[in-house]
C-alpha cells in the first residue's frame, strides 16, 4: 500500500526505525548464540574424541588382564558397545569434516546438516534425484532405440557422466553426515563414471553400432529396475522413520522386518538379471575387441562391465545372509525382552497389590478401586481371593493379546553395526544403494 503524503511517509519510516533497532538487537543476540554454539560444539568433539581414547586404553589393558572374572569382562565389553553407539548417537548432531574426495571437489566448505528435519529432506531430495535422471534416461534411450541420430547418443552418454559425477558428490555429502552406504555402492558410482565418459568418446564406428542397441535395451531395463527400487526403498524408509527406528540419512537397510521380505523377494530377481546383464555385456564386448575397427575403449568397457557384475553380485549375495542372520538375532532377543517383561509386571502387580489388599483395618479395597487404580498404572487389576491373588479372565485376556501384540511389533535394532538405530547402525538399502543407477 502506498502513501499519497509526506507526513504519512515519515511517521512509517519513524515505525520502521523502532522495528530496525529491535531486529538489530535481535540479530546481535543470534550472532552471540552462533558463537556459543560454536564453542560447544568444539567442547563436544574433543570430550567425544577424549571418551574414545578413554575406551580405547581400557579396552586394551582388559586384553592384558590374566585371570579376571570371564562375567565382568563380558559385561565391560557390551558396556564398551553400548557406550560406542551412545558416542554415536552424539556425533551426529556435530559437524565433521569433510572427506578427501569433497575436500578435492569443494575445498574444505562445511557441508554437515545438523538438522534432523532437514538431513531427511536432503535424503528424499536424494532419491528424486535418482529418479528423475531415471525417467529421462529411460527416454532418451527409447528414442535412440527408435532413430539413429549420433547427437541423441552423445547427450545420452554426457547425461551418464553428469548424473555419476554428481551423485559421487551427493553421496559423500550423505556420508559427511552419518549415512552408511558400503564402501562397494560408492566406488560403483565412480567406475560407472569412468565407464560412461569412455562411451562418450568411443568413436562412431562399426563396433559401436553393433554393441549400440544391446546397451540402449540394457538402460532402458536398469532404469526399471531403478523404478521398483525406489519405490520398495522410500517405502521402507518412510515406514522405518515413522517407527522412529532409522537414521534419517539412511540409504541402505541391514536387519529386514518380516514385511521388508515381501517386496524384497520380489525386487531380487530383477537385481539378478540387470547383473548377469552387465556380465553379457562384458562377453559381447570381448569379442568385439577382434572386429577389425575395435579401438582400445572395446576392451576398457569389457573389464569394466565385468567389474561392476562381479561387484554388484558378491556384495548382495553377502548382504542378504548377513540379513538373515541379524533378522534372527532380533526376534531372539526381543522374544527374551518379552519373557523378561511378563515375569518383571507379574512380579510387580502381586507386590503392588498384597499391601493394598491388606489394609490397616482388615478390610479389602473394593473391586471397583482396585480396578481404577490398576487402569492408573495401565496394568491388568488383580482382586483378592481366599488363598491370595486371582487375576479375572478378561483381565488376563487383554495382558495376552498386549503382549502378543508387542511381540509383533518391528524391533527397533540396538547393535551398532550399521543399523541406524539411526541407527545405531546396519545401513540402507537392503540390497545396497549402489543398485539404484543407469549402467
Known amino acids: 500500500m502506498e502513501y499519497t503524503d509526506l507526513e504519512t511517509c515519515e511517521k512509517d519510516w519513524a515505525d520502521l526505525g523502532i522495528e530496525f533497532k529491535a531486529l538489530e538487537t535481535l540479530n546481535k543476540e543470534y550472532i552471540a548464540k552462533l558463537e556459543?554454539?560454536?564453542?560447544?560444539?568444539?567442547?563436544?568433539?574433543?570430550?567425544?574424541?577424549?571418551q574414545r581414547y578413554r575406551l580405547s586404553v581400557i579396552k586394551r589393558s582388559l586384553k592384558?588382564?590374566?585371570?579376571?572374572?570371564?562375567?565382568?569382562?563380558?559385561?565391560?565389553?557390551?558396556?564398551?558397545?553400548?557406550?560406542?553407539?551412545?558416542?554415536?548417537?552424539?556425533?551426529?548432531?556435530?559437524?565433521?569434516?569433510?572427506?578427501?574426495?569433497?575436500k578435492i571437489i569443494l575445498g574444505n566448505v562445511n557441508v554437515s546438516i545438523l538438522n534432523k528435519n532437514d538431513k531427511f529432506k536432503y535424503k528424499d531430495e536424494y532419491e528424486k534425484f535418482k529418479l528423475i535422471l531415471s525417467v529421462i534416461g529411460f527416454v532418451l534411450a527409447v528414442i535412440n532405440l527408435v532413430v539413429n541420430v549420433r547427437a541423441l547418443e552423445l547427450a545420452f552418454m554426457f547425461l551418464l557422466v553428469w548424473y555419476y559425477c554428481t551423485l559421487t558428490i551427493r553421496e559423500s555429502i550423505l556420508k559427511v553426515n552419518g549415512s552408511r552406504i558400503k564402501g562397494w555402492w560408492r566406488l560403483h558410482h565412480f567406475i560407472s563414471t569412468v565407464l560412461a565418459g569412455v562411451l562418450l568418446i568411443w568413436p562412431n564406428t562399426k563396433a559401436w553400432y553393433e554393441f549400440r542397441t544391446q546397451f540402449?535395451?540394457?538402460?532402458?531395463?536398469?532404469?526399471?529396475?531403478?523404478?521398483?527400487?525406489?519405490?520398495?526403498?522410500q517405502g521402507v524408509l518412510y515406514r522405518l522413520k515413522a517407527l522412529g527406528e532409522r537414521h534419517n540419512?539412511?540409504?541402505?537397510?541391514?536387519?529386514?522386518?518380516?514385511w521388508m521380505w515381501r517386496g524384497l523377494s520380489f525386487l531380487l530377481p530383477f537385481l539378478y538379471m540387470g547383473y548377469l546383464y552387465q556380465l553379457y555385456n562384458a562377453y559381447a564386448l570381448y569379442h568385439l575387441c577382434?572386429?577389425?575397427?575395435?579401438?582400445?575403449?572395446?576392451?576398457?568397457?569389457?573389464?569394466l562391465f565385468l567389474a561392476l557384475f562381479l561387484g554388484n553380485t558378491v556384495t548382495t549375495s553377502?548382504?542378504?545372509?548377513?540379513?538373515?542372520?541379524?533378522?534372527?538375532?532380533?526376534?531372539?532377543r526381543f522374544t527374551r525382552q518379552d519373557k523378561g517383561s511378563r515375569n518383571s509386571?507379574?512380579?510387580?502387580?502381586?507386590?503392588?497389590?498384597?499391601?493394598?489388599?491388606?489394609?490397616?483395618?482388615?478390610?479389602?479395597?473394593?473391586?471397583t478401586s482396585e480396578s481404577a487404580s490398576s487402569k492408573e498404572r495401565?496394568?491388568?487389576?488383580?482382586e483378592a481371593s481366599d488363598g491370595g491373588l486371582v487375576m479375572p479372565e478378561k483381565n488376563l485376556g487383554r495382558r495376552t493379546t498386549a503382549v502378543s501384540a508387542q511381540s509383533d511389533q518391528p524391533s527397533s535394532e540396538v547393535d551398532s553395526d550399521e543399523n541406524k538405530g539411526f541407527i545405531s547402525a546396519p545401513e540402507k538399502n537392503p540390497v545396497g544403494d549402489g543398485n539404484k543407477k543407469l549402467l
Not at 540419512?249 to 518380516?258: L, N, P
Request: a positive charge; proline letters at 6%; hydrophobic letters at 35%.
Open 36 to 50: 556459543e554454539v560454536g564453542e560447544l560444539q568444539a567442547k563436544c568433539l574433543k570430550e567425544l574424541n577424549h
Open 64 to 102: 592384558r588382564v590374566r585371570n579376571a572374572d570371564q562375567e565382568k569382562v563380558d559385561t565391560l565389553e557390551k558396556d564398551f558397545m553400548r557406550r560406542k553407539a551412545q558416542l554415536y548417537e552424539m556425533e551426529q548432531s556435530l559437524p565433521k569434516q569433510n572427506g578427501t574426495y569433497l
Open 216 to 233: 540402449m535395451w540394457f538402460n532402458v531395463y536398469i532404469s526399471l529396475v531403478q523404478y521398483l527400487q525406489f519405490r520398495y526403498q
Open 249 to 258: 540419512m539412511d540409504i541402505t537397510i541391514e536387519g529386514f522386518h518380516s
Open 290 to 303: 577382434y572386429h577389425p575397427e575395435a579401438t582400445w575403449q572395446v576392451p576398457v568397457l569389457s573389464i
Open 318 to 332: 553377502m548382504v542378504i545372509p548377513q540379513k538373515l542372520r541379524e533378522k534372527v538375532k532380533l526376534n531372539v
Open 345 to 367: 509386571s507379574n512380579m510387580g502387580s502381586r507386590q503392588s497389590s498384597v499391601p493394598t489388599a491388606i489394609s490397616s483395618k482388615g478390610n479389602a479395597p473394593s473391586p
Open 378 to 382: 495401565n496394568e491388568p487389576s488383580c
